[in-house]
Nanobody
Framework: QVQLVESGGGLVQAGGSLRLSCAAS????????MGWYRQAPGKQRELVAV???????NYADSVKGRFTISRDNAKNTVDLQMNSLKPEDTAVYYC???????????WGQGTQVTVSS
């Protein structure tokens, strides 16, 4: 069964921190790279962080130095630690495996992050 469950979003003031968590079914998580995406109102969904099965990471320039992605291969979870949040980080955040996102088109419900100025 394909399943992605994101949690941890909320309302925070600019400069604050949040930690997002994602529980993924084994069929998605497996040995695939996993990523965190976000979609702001009126904008396309964008990939902000990705982590390989071995822990190599890459970040979008807009979040580099502020966000940290991590994964627990034993628990099939992937987290996103977000520090120094800015109002422009406001979006619905989703996790997914980039390959699965393309091949299945399946997405979880996401978690809303709102950063107030």
């Amino acid at each position: 069964q394909v399943q992605l469950v994101e949690s941890g979003g909320g309302l925070v003031q600019a400069g604050g921190s949040l930690r997002l968590s994602c529980a993924a079914s084994g069929s998605i998580f497996s040995s695939n790279p996993m990523g965190w995406y976000r979609q702001a109102p009126g904008k396309q969904r964008e990939l902000v962080a990705v982590i390989s099965s071995l822990g190599s990471t890459n970040y979008a320039d807009s979040v580099k130095g502020r966000f940290t992605i991590s994964r627990d291969n034993a628990k099939n979870t992937v987290d996103l630690q977000m520090n120094s949040l800015k109002p422009e980080d406001t979006a619905v955040y989703y996790c997914n495996a980039p390959v699965a996102a393309i091949t299945t088109g399946y997405w979880g419900q996401g978690t809303q992050v709102t950063v107030s100025s």
